[in-house]
Each structure stands twice: as C-alpha cells, then as structure tokens.
C-alpha cells in the first residue's frame, strides 16, 4: 500500500489526470484514489506522474485492479475446491495487462496535449492532436470528452467471440487489399486513399471501454498491439512506401461482425485545407500546398477540434435505422494552424465486393444529388468546393470572438451559399443529357413480354431511388420499301420512330416508371422522370406526403398498341408536301416553302420557335368556344361506334382544327430549320408535383415561357377508339387512368373512317410527362395543336402544347380537355372538376358553389 501521509493536490492536476484517464474509458473514481497516493508518494512532483503520459499513474491503477481481481478471485478459490483453472489464468491475466498498460501509454501519447506531458515516443510523431468534437453539439469539448480509442483488429483468422462489444487487438494488420486492385495493383484513386492513421485521426469512443478489453484479453490469448507511428505521408501522400506503412497500421472491426480480412476500414481524405487557402489565411505563413507536413510541423502541438458524425449516430442509436454502418466515419478535425481535414472513414465490411469508387464519380453523383435535392442550379456547384468551404467556415466558426468578422469577410457566393437559396427542397433540378437504356420487363396491361436481358446503347448508372429497371431485347422489323420503321414487341407492340432513332441491334429504349415506396423518402424527389429519354431532365417532388405516382413507361414518342394504323411511308410524302429543295432554315425565305401551304402559306412559328401570334390566338378561340368554329359531323362516327356498333348514335361533331405542318426527313433543310419545334422534342424545364386542390399530379413549369411556347406533346399508345373503349370497361375502376386524347382532327375529311385509323392516345401505361397536365375549364395556359410531322395522313399526328399567354416559373400548366361533363356517355367517366376557374363547366361545382355562396348570403 502507498504511505498515507497527505500532500495538498493541486485540482487543476487531479483535473488534467482525470480527463486523460476518462479519455482512455477509464472511470474517475479508479483514478482519483490512485492519483491521490501517487501525489503522496512522489511528494506532489508532479513531473514524475505526468512523464510518459502517466505511465505510473496507468501502472498503478492496473496494478490495484489485478490485486482486487487476484483477492476475489483468491475467495473464489476458498469458496470452491476446483482450483485448476486459476493456475493458467493469473499469468496471462499478468501478460495482458501489462501489454494494455503499454498500449495505454502508447494511446495517450497519441492523444498527448490532452493531459499528459508529451513522452520521448511522442515527440517523434508528427503531432496531430485532434480536440475532438461531436456533431450536433455547440460545445468545445475541452478535455473532458476527448476520446482517443485505439483501433484494433483479431489476429488473421480469429473470429470475435464477443461481437457485440470487444474488439481485438492485434500487433500488425496485413496490407490491406481495397488498396490495391484484384490484379494487386494500386488503386488509380490511391492518392486519395489511405489506411486509417490512428495517430491523426481519432477513433471511436464506442471501442475505448478498458474494462471490455481487459476482460475479452483475459478469455482470448491476443497479443497487444504498438500504437503505430504517425506516418505523416499517410494523411495524403499517394507515394506507395508511405502506403505499406500505412498498412501496417491497425483498422477497427465493426463490433459486431465475425473478423475477415474483409473486414476492411479505408479513411478516405475528402478534403484538407491548409492555412493559407484562398478564402482563409493564416497567421502561420503560405501553405506548402501540398498534403505532408513540415519537420516544423511535426513537432508542434497543434490543438484541433474533431467531429464525428458516426459517434452522434450511435449516441442516439439512430445508425442502424438509418442505415449507417457501425464504424463508418464522418470526421472533421481542425488545427489552430489553420488546418481543416475531413475524412470518410468507411468500413467496407458490411458490402461484399466493395472496392474504391473514383472519388470523382462519388462527387459527380453526389452534385446531381444535392442539385436535384436542394435545387442547385448554379453550374460551378461542385462537392469538393463544398467541403472544402465546409473546412474554412468550420475554421472561421471555429475561431472564437472573430466569428462575425471572418464569416463577413469570407466569400459571399459561395458554394455554401447556394445552399441557402430558399429554392431549396421543392423546385428544380435540371441537366442537359441524353441516352438511351432500360426496358420494361412487363407492361401493366400484359402487352409487352420481356424476352431477354440485354444490355443495348449508352449505359446510364442506375439511380438509386428507383428500381424496376430491366432491359429487353426486342425484335427489329424494318420495312425497306416504304422506310417506315417499327420494333415489334409480341406482335402487338410497335415503336413508332424516325430510323435513325433505331439502333443497329433494333433496340429501342423504354423506360418503366416504378415508384417504390420501399426506396423513397417522405418528401418524394425523383431527379428524372423521363430516365434520360428527354433532352432535359423532369422531376417528380411531393412536397406534402409519401405518395407516389402509378407505375407507368416512360415513352418520349408514340407507341403503336395493336391494330392502330400508322403508316410513315415516305411514298406517301409527295412532292408537294414537303421542301427537298430547301437548305437550311425555311423560316428564314423569303418565299415560304411548300411546308407552309398547310398553314397558309406562311410557317406557323416565327424565329425562335414560339408560335405566331395569329396562329395561336386562333387555335386558343377555337378551344375557348368550339361552337363558334366549324364543326364537322360524321357519317358514321367512330366514337358512337365504339361505343355500341350496332346502334350507332349520331355524331356530336369535331371541330375543325388547324394543323401546323413541320419539315421532315423528305425535306432538304437541316435538323435546325425553324420550322422544326416538336419533333425537336421538350427543351423546357419541366416539373411533376403535387396539387394541393385534389386533383393528383400535374404539371408545371420551372422557368418562365413566353407565349406561344412549345412545352410538350402528348404521348401515349396509340390505340384505336374500338380499344380504348374496351380498355375502359375492363379498367377496375381503381386503376387511374389519365384522360385519353382523341386524334379526331381531321376525322370529318375521309368520309367513313375504318376503325383502325380512328386513333387516339392514352397514356395510361404508356406516356410522357404530358400524362400529368390536368385539365383547366376556361383559361388553361396551354392549348393542344395538331402537329403534322412524319405523314401527310391526318387520322394520325403529333398533339402539341402551346403556352397561351406568358406562364411565370411554378405555375401550374393546364389545358382544357374539352371535357362534357354532363355527357354521362363519354367512355371516359368525368372527374369532378376541382380546376377553380370562374368559368368551370362541371355544374356540380356550380351547384355547390351555388350552396355555398347561398348560406354565405343567408349568415349575411
Ligand atoms: C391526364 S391526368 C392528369 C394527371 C393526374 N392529375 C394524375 O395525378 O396523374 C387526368 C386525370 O387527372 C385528374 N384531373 C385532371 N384535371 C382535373 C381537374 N381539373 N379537377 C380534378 N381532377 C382533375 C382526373 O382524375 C383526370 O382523370
């Protein structure tokens, strides 16, 4: 026992020695009494207790323990006659403990500046010595909370008996193969790839409880480890030898996973600014630019502050419900220097067959992400500006009363800063791409089957937030004679496009559209739609709940359904409509071409592509009041037939549209020609979200559109009349189906339609981006236009939205569908109309309107 002869302690001592010992999980209340003789002993020379980072304070508690446990365990051995066990324990205990005691020295030389005196062993480090910080807290934690827990990994071989807390020591860690690829050569990204450096970054609390050591080292015959010396090439020096130092560094195990040497923990550096970055200069002089560090460096003390976003996770116990693995690692560590590193420490262990992503790729990725997410549309936003913006407001905040000064004079457009743009969650996220991928393996309605898995054209990465994306191999039928081209799917199915849109294989991408509730967030944000298959991207955002749109493909051009007679022979383009002797741009003639005699003689767009003026107002009459335009009644009409084929009802009439005719593949002017807006396909950014009147999804405009505009056409099966009326009656009635477009233009001109060319366009499974635009009484801000495009043959064409006056971003688009709704007989049953126009015609709005505005009159 130690003389108990009393010294006066000085607090601050007792303090400081706390604080180291805490740091190393163990408990105030062991110190205090061992503190406290050693004081007594060493005649309050405080220097002798504090050499080598306590070692005699380390000793002596160790010491006490085993004496307690060799007395218990002596009175065990009274209380029981079976004494054999112990005699092989007690020796092994001895061996530990003394191993740990060293391993404990080693530790808080590491974590040296946090209470102990700086030892022979340290000072040769490169002196990283992080001030640890947790996310989430205001506090600075000063000592107290500084935890230096010690990385640690079994011996090759040794599964973990004790998962569920007891980590493994070990004194060496083989290289670790994620750095290097399956060929065993270093990994391309290796410069930014390290093993976990234990002198510099700090380790997770959760591993550091002593007395879980000791005990899992009394039941397993491990060897301690050494405290690795800080390699200071490691932090980000890509040269190999420093790797192979590095490697020999131990790594941290998830607790509970059965030790591999799979189990591998990578720190990735994301980003380490020194003092003299643009934004944020240090006293200390220009930074060497670079990642190593000076000999002046080394052996300067530096205090830094350290976040862990892994140990905020666990606090709270939020990490396996978020899905965060158990050692994964957000940390941010700063210098008083004016050093700000961030490293990702990943453990690898839990995803089988991971290897080093291009960090470029991560970032890449990661932009579109938070560009989707936080409506960024700023083109220089880039990730890695971000944290390394992140570093200088972590060290500008982080530097006490200057707070305020620093922040207002750190750069104000930021990339900090676009993420404060209120735009933020609900709008945007836009980006100019095009490819084609990914098929359906089924559609809704059983016309499609997937034959095979092929992999065809540009591959895009899936992204993460949809599933259902399959590839199908489809067979090619190109008829020669007449250039029309078509990709037949189980017969029924054709692919209507120009052909040069068919790969050689005869692969045509079309994309299915599966909302799993499984993969997305209670804020719904799809970043695209369309998948790539428009020129822009369309997202989805429900702002409000978890609901999701109906499954449905993704089509950006019509898709023949079955019997739908479609027919894109060039034959059927005479000369007389179309301009092979054009070159160029026909909008800019002098004379119109022969394009223009549909609309004229004078083309329907001005330059620019907006509809003229004249042309449009037109069409908005006809729309706003049908009965003043000329209507055509047929003889025989399609839509009664459908309806009932014996008795045929007479025809209710079609109005009498006015086509635009664009220039095509017959005619000599070029893909830029003016006179080509539609089947240039959608350029205006677009987005799907959710009403807040109750009428489901709709449509709406992310920028603001001139009038005249060409937003987007409507795209679906073409089916025949005869098919969507019996689609309807076999619809359950729980299926939505989206309101179908007839192609009735120009129905009146042929006399008796054959059933086959009296075609309409649902886009209930099949459709773009226009499935969404909901329908508005009286002054929608788009208005539908036939569009001649591929075929002279009006029973089939391109039904395109205009905008009918300037539409200002987020406003929602709609278009009058031209719904009856007292035509109870309309195969399509009519919703009830929610559009809040004054002049809407469902007259049971009117009549509740009517109750309304009476019981208000009556309260008056
Ligand atoms: C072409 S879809 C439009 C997109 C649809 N809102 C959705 O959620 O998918 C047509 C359907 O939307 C709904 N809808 C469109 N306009 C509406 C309106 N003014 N009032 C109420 N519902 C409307 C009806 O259910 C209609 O059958």
């Given amino acids: ?97 003394r191993q740990q005691k060293d391993a404990l020295v080693a530790m808080v030389d590491s974590v040296a500046g946090f209470g102990g005196t700086p030892s022979r062993s340290s000072q040769e480090l490169p002196q990283f010595h ?13 000592g107290d909370e500084l935890v230096k827990s010690v990385p640690l990994l079994p011996p090759e071989g040794v599964s973990n008996k004790y998962p569920e807390t007891r980590p493994i020591l070990r004194e060496k ?109 240090s006293e200390d002089g220009p930074s060497s630019g670079n990642c190593s560090h000076s000999k002046e460096d080394e052996h300067k003390v530096h205090e830094s502050n350290y976040l862990d976003v892994a140990d905020e996770a666990n606090a709270s116990g939020e990490d396996q419900a978020n899905g965060v693995s158990d050692s994964s690692q957000f940390d941010i560590a700063s210098s008083p220097n004016g050093e700000v590193k961030i490293s990702l420490i990943l453990n690898t262990s839990q995803q089988s067959g991971c ?12 932009e579109d992400k938070c560009r ?37 004079t750190m750069e104000t457009s930021s990339t900090l800063d676009i993420l404060k743009e209120p735009a933020a969650q609900d709008v945007l996220g836009r980006g100019d791409h095009k490819g084609k991928f990914c098929i359906p393996s089924s559609s809704s309605n059983g016309s499609v089957k997937c034959q095979n898995l092929v992999e065809v054209g540009q591959k895009i990465p899936r992204p993460i937030y949809m599933n259902g994306l399959d590839i199908l191999r489809c067979t090619l039928t190109s008829n020669k004679v007449n250039k029309s081209c078509y990709i037949e799917r189980d017969e029924n199915l054709k692919v209507l496009r120009g052909p040069e849109s068919l790969n050689s294989c005869g692969i045509v991408a079309v994309q299915k559209h599966c909302f799993s509730v499984d993969t997305v967030k209670p804020l719904q944000y799809f970043d695209d739609i369309t998948k790539g298959e428009e020129m822009v991207k369309i997202s989805l955002v429900n702002g409000t709940s978890s609901q999701l749109p109906p499954n449905f493909f ?76 000329r209507l055509f009644y047929c003889k025989n009409c399609p839509l009664e037939r459908s309806r009932n084929e014996n008795t045929s009802n007479p025809c209710k009439g079609h109005l009498v549209r006015k086509f635009i005719k664009e220039c095509w593949c017959k005619c000599g002017c070029s893909k830029k020609c003016g006179n080509r807006v539609v089947q240039r396909g959608i350029t205006v950014n677009l987005q799907v979200f959710l009403t807040p009147e109750g009428k489901g999804w709709g449509l709406r ?11 987007c056409e409507y795209v679906g099966e073409i089916v025949t009349n005869t098919e969507l009326y019996e689609r309807n009656l076999r619809s359950t009635g729980k299926e939505r189906h989206t309101y179908p477009v007839l192609l009735d233009a120009d129905w009146g001109s042929e006399g008796v ?19 969404f635009i909901n329908h508005r009484c009286f002054d929608a801000n788009l208005v539908e236009i036939p569009v001649e495009v591929e075929t002279p043959d009006h029973h089939y064409y391109h039904l395109a939205f205009f905008t009918t006056r300037k539409v200002d971003a987020l406003e929602e688009l709609t278009w009058d569908y031209g719904i009856d709704f007292d035509d109870h007989n309309h195969p399509v049953k009519a919703f009830r109309c929610c559009c809040e126009s004054k002049g809407c015609r469902d007259t049971r709005n009117s009549k509740r309107h009517g109750v309304k505005r009476r019981k208000m009159e009556m309260k008056a």
């Fill in 554 to 629: 993704y089509i950006p051009q019509n898709i023949v359904f079955q019997k739908a007679y479609v027919n894109f022979a060039l034959a059927r383009i005479s000369d007389e409509d179309c301009c092979s002797n054009c070159f160029g741009d026909c909008t800019s003639l002098a004379i119109p071409c022969a394009c223009a005699r549909e609309t004229g003689g004078e083309f329907a767009y001005q330059q620019g592509g907006l509809v003229k003026e004249k042309f449009l107002e037109e069409c908005i009459s006809m729309n706003r009041d049908p009965q003043n335009h």
């Fill in 372 to 408: 989707g997410t936080y409506g960024i549309t700023e083109p220089s936003f880039s990730v890695m500006k971000l944290m390394q913006e992140f570093c200088e407001y972590f060290l500008a905040i982080g530097a006490d009363s200057t707070d305020d000064e620093k922040l207002k």
């Fill in 701 to 711: 405009t992310l920028e603001n559109l001139p009038k005249g505009a060409f937003v």
């Fill in 753 to 771: 339609l054959k059933d086959e060319e009296a075609l309409c366009l649902d886009a209930t499974f099949y459709g773009n981006v226009a499935r």
């Fill in 173 to 281: 860690e083989p290289p670790q193969p994620c750095l290097k690829d399956q060929r065993g050569r270093s990994d391309p990204l290796f410069p930014r790839t390290q093993v976990q450096d234990k002198g510099k970054k700090p380790i997770h609390p959760r591993l550091g409880q002593i007395e879980n050591r000791l005990n899992y080292e009394k039941e397993t015959h491990i060897e301690c480890f050494k405290v690795p010396k800080i390699e200071p090439d490691c932090v980000n020096s890509p040269t190999e030898d420093a790797v192979n130092k590095c490697h020999n560094a131990p790594s941290i195990v998830p607790k509970n996973k059965t030790f591999t040497n799979d189990n591998l923990q990578l720190v990735v550096p994301l980003v380490v600014i020194h003092p003299a970055s643009p934004s944020l200069k």
């Fill in 130 to 142: 992080w001030r640890k910080n947790r996310v989430g807290s205001t506090q600075h934690f000063e």
């Fill in 355 to 366: 290897h080093i992503p291009n960090l470029d790729a991560v970032s890449k990725a990661l």
């Fill in 1 to 97: 026992m130690m003389p108990s002869r009393k010294v006066k302690i000085p607090k601050a001592k007792i303090l400081k020695a706390c604080n180291s010992m805490k740091a190393m999980g163990i408990a105030e209340e062991l110190v205090r009494p061992v503190l406290n003789d050693l004081a007594n002993l060493y005649d309050n020379n405080w220097a002798l207790i504090e050499d080598e980072n306590y070692r005699v304070l380390i000793d002596a508690i160790f010491e006490q323990q085993e004496v307690k446990g060799t007395k218990s365990k002596a009175r065990e051995e009274e209380a029981s006659l079976d004494d054999e066990s112990e005699d092989s324990e007690l020796p092994l205990k001895r061996l530990c403990s």
